[in-house]
C-alpha cells in the first residue's frame, strides 16, 4: 500500500506540474493578447459599516480564455509568481485599477490592489508606481491603497520594511492582507509602516455565534485603533456577520452580503445605485 500511495502522490503531482504549465501557457497568451480583453480587472465593494455606502473596491484580476471562460486568480497567479509573470500581470492590474479610479474619482473614495512579494521585490516597481501616479495628477495618491500579504515579509530577499517605506514617501496607502492567517502577524504589524488591517474572512465568517472569533477581532480591532489604523472585516456573507461587525466597531465591510467581484461595468451602476440611496 505504501507503494499504491506512492503512485497516487506521483500522478498528481503530475496533474500539478501539467497544470502549472498550462496555466503558464494561457497566462502568456493573455498577456500578449489584449490585455483589457483577456485579463478584465474586476471590483469588488467595500462599504461604510456605519452607512453602507460604497468607499473603496478591491481590485481582482480574473483571465477570460480563447472559449470564452472566465478564470479566478487561483488558476493563474500562482504560476504567474513562479515564472515571474506576475510584473507585466501586476503592472497591467495597477494600470486598469487607476484607470478606473479615475474615471470613479467623483463616486469612488479609494481603490486597492493586490500586490504579490515577486513585485514589490522588483527594482522597478517603485519607479513604475510613481511614474502612474505622476500621469494621474488629479487623485491624491492616498487614494490608492496597495495590500500585502504577510509572505511578502517571510520571502523577500530585499528589505520589505524599506521598500514599504518608500511606497509610503509617494502618498500610497499599505493594507496588511488576510491578516491574522500568517505565522508573525504581531511582528508585521510591528515591522510594516501600515495603514489598513483587512481580517482574514476565516475570523469573520460566522463571528456572531463564536465567541473565539469574537474576542480575536475586538482584540485586533483595538490595536488597529490604537496604531491609527482602519480596518476592513472581509468575507462578509450573512446579515448576522454585519451586525455582529457593527457592534464590535470595525469601520468597513466586504463580502457576498454587499457584492461579489464585479465587471466595471457593472460596479459603475452599483455605485450610482450607493450613492442615491
Ligand atoms: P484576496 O486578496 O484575499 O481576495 C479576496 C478573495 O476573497 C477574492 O477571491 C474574493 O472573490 C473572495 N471573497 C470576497 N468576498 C467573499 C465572501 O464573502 N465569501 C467568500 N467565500 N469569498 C469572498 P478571488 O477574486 O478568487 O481572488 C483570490 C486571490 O487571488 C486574492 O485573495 C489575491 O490573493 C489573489 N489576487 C487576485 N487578484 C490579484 C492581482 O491582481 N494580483 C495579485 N498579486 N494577486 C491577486
Ligand atoms: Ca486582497
Ligand atoms: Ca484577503
Redesign the pocket.
Known sequence: SGGNRMKVFNDRMRVAVQDRIAAEKLLREALDGDRRQTLP??F?PIVSARTGEILGA?????MRTGDGRIL???LF?PA??ETGL?VP??EH?LIEALRHLVAWRDELRYIS????PR?LAEPDFVPLLAGLLAAAPELEPGRLVL?I?ETALLASTVDITERLETIKSLGVRIAL??FGTGYSSLTWLQSVPADIV?L??SFV?GLATDAKKSSIIRAVLWLAQSMGMSAVA????EASDVQALREVGCPLL????FG??MPPEQFAAGLQRSRMA
Open positions: 480587472v474586476w469588488q478591491e481590485t481582482l484580476v480574473r479566478g486568480p487561483g497567479v504567474a509568481e506576475i500581470l501586476g492590474v490592489v493586490n500586490v504579490s513585485q495590500e500579504t492582507d488576510d483587512k482574514d474572512r465568517a472581509e468575507g462578509v456573507e466586504q463580502g457576498y452580503f461579489k467581484p
